[in-house]
């Protein structure tokens, strides 16, 4: 069994958008049942809200849940602010049909992140985390979560295996990450129908062939993208990096933090 990558938008979206894959995949990460009426991709909201034009990769709703799943493949640092928008997007447009302030649907946004983490530039830290949950509950002074709201904006990232993670996430998360490195051979648990039928679904055999140019298209769009971002992620890198050189971090620490390399860093000590 040969998987195209999945970190490409046309072949997730082909498998993703396959009811019985969204259902078990649905019920895995987010725990819940789903009975979709409709899945629907470049989902976009009409008159749109705010001065940001939306579009979700993957979009279901049933009667009483709103399901939005998002795959990104290069991660920068405004990702988790991006994506927070996408998820408020989904809850507040619901205002449009409402005669009061009640939100009628509760909203899942799953965001699958195909790419390392890089250093946040806010707080200078760098996550690793496989899964990272938000959700808008409140909190009273003990730390109580109160389950007013309940809706919950969900990241996966596969590059930083667990060994704590449930078998639930597991599955998926070793899916996406071996159709990316080691898509001639994947270690996937087919025992898990929703996995067995996502293989199948992007398997090399069952590609067509206008299915393939148009994935070739895509890539070569992120490819520019990618080069654009590069020059910016490049100064941000070089900015923190200098931040920290007065801390108690090793150049080699730093070089990791930031994705430089050693020498970069110690060119930087030297002020060249």
């Known amino acids: 069994m040969i998987l195209a990558r999945l970190d490409n938008g046309v072949f ?3 498998a993703f958008t396959d009811e ?3 259902k078990a995949f649905v019920k895995d990460i987010i725990g819940i049942e789903v009975e979709p009426a409709k899945i629907e991709t470049e989902k976009a909201f009409q008159p749109k809200l705010g001065n940001i034009a939306f579009k979700y990769d993957i979009f279901a709703e ?3 849940r709103r399901i939005v799943i998002e795959i990104q493949k290069v991660e920068y640092d405004h990702n988790f602010d991006r994506f927070l928008h996408y998820h408020l997007q989904a809850i507040t447009e619901q205002q449009r049909s409402s005669e009061d302030y009640s939100v009628e649907k509760t909203v899942y946004t799953i965001v699958v992140m195909t790419a390392p983490y890089k250093i946040n530039t806010k707080t200078n830290e760098l996550y690793k985390d496989e899964v990272l ?3 808008l509950n409140p909190k009273n002074l003990k730390g ?9 904006l969900i990241y996966l990232n596969p590059n930083y295996k667990g060994q704590d993670t449930p078998q639930n996430y597991r599955d998926w998360l070793d899916l996406i990450y071996e159709s990316i490195h080691n898509p001639e051979n994947p270690q996937i648990n087919i025992s ?3 996995i067995k039928r996502a293989a199948e679904m992007v398997r ?3 590609i067509s062939p206008e299915e393939w140019e148009e994935a070739k298209i895509e890539a070569s769009k992120r490819k520019v993208i990618t080069l654009e971002r590069e020059e910016e992620r490049t100064e941000t890198q070089f900015a923190i990096a200098k931040s ?3 801390s108690q971090l090793s150049d080699e620490e730093i070089a990791q933090y930031t994705g430089l390399t050693v020498a970069q860093i110690k060119q930087l000590r030297r002020g060249e």
């Open 244 to 246: 920290l050189l007065n």
């Open 133 to 135: 949950i938000s959700t």
């Open 144 to 152: 109580v979560e109160r389950n007013i709201f309940n809706h919950e």
């Open 20 to 22: 019985i894959v969204f």
């Open 192 to 194: 898990n129908e929703g």
């Open 62 to 64: 049933d009667v009483q």
């Open 204 to 206: 090399y055999e069952n």
């Open 12 to 14: 997730f979206k082909k």
